[in-house]
């Protein structure tokens, strides 16, 4: 069994998130359903073929017996020779039809979802376009609201101005009026 933290990708973080979700090997991880791996918070559609695809890479390079540790491979004969001379390591045998279907159907499934994405994202990006369309609609009425309203105040004051100026002029007028009036009772 290899466990989760040695897979390649996969931090402390990730590995306690997915341990808080009962997924404590690569064996556990490559035999899970996608959609449910999708379901762990952090993990989108891409990430969770990747981690799928590794986690089967990881768990097929593993032997029944296999402790965790790939056997070095014997080298012109001597079995004590191997990678860690510096020797280049056996050619790797091509994949299988199964691998490459299974693959293949990893990274189909990897573009739908993609896709999806792509077109929630349009579908929220014109909606947000249309919501500021009509707030630019309502605050243009607004403004001319605004300016009606502004107008229709600066003429009232304008006219309450003017009666004022009347009433002060009417004022002095009567106070000039009775100037004379006494003026002229004194002369008589």
């Not at 404590?24 to 559609?45: Q, W």
């Not at 349009?122 to 630019?136: G, Q, Y």
């Not at 502004?150 to 304008?158: P, Q, R, V």
Request: proline fraction near 5%; charged fraction near 35%.
């Amino acid at each position: 069994m290899t466990p989760i933290r040695k897979l390649r990708g996969v931090g402390p973080a990730l590995a306690k998130v997915l341990q808080e979700h009962g997924v404590k090997t690569a064996e556990e991880l490559a035999g899970m359903d996608e959609a449910k791996l999708r379901g762990i918070p952090g993990i989108g559609a891409n990430r969770a073929a990747a981690l799928r695809v590794l986690a089967r890479e990881a768990a097929d390079s593993k032997g029944p017996g296999d402790p965790g540790q790939a056997a070095a491979k014997p080298v012109n004969g001597n079995p004590a020779r191997g990678k860690r001379d510096g020797q280049a390591a056996a050619p790797q045998a091509q994949p299988t039809q199964e691998e490459m279907d299974r693959k293949l159907a990893e990274a189909e499934a990897a573009r739908k979802a993609a896709e999806e994405k792509a077109a929630k994202a349009k579908a929220k990006a014109a909606k947000a376009k249309r919501k500021a369309a009509n707030l630019a609609e309502e605050f243009a009425a607004a403004k001319i609201k605004a300016k009606q309203k502004a107008k229709k105040m600066k003429a009232k004051a304008k006219k309450a101005i003017e009666k004022e100026k009347a009433k002060a002029q009417a004022i002095l007028e009567g106070t000039a009026s009775e100037k004379k009036k006494k003026k002229a009772k004194k002369s008589r």
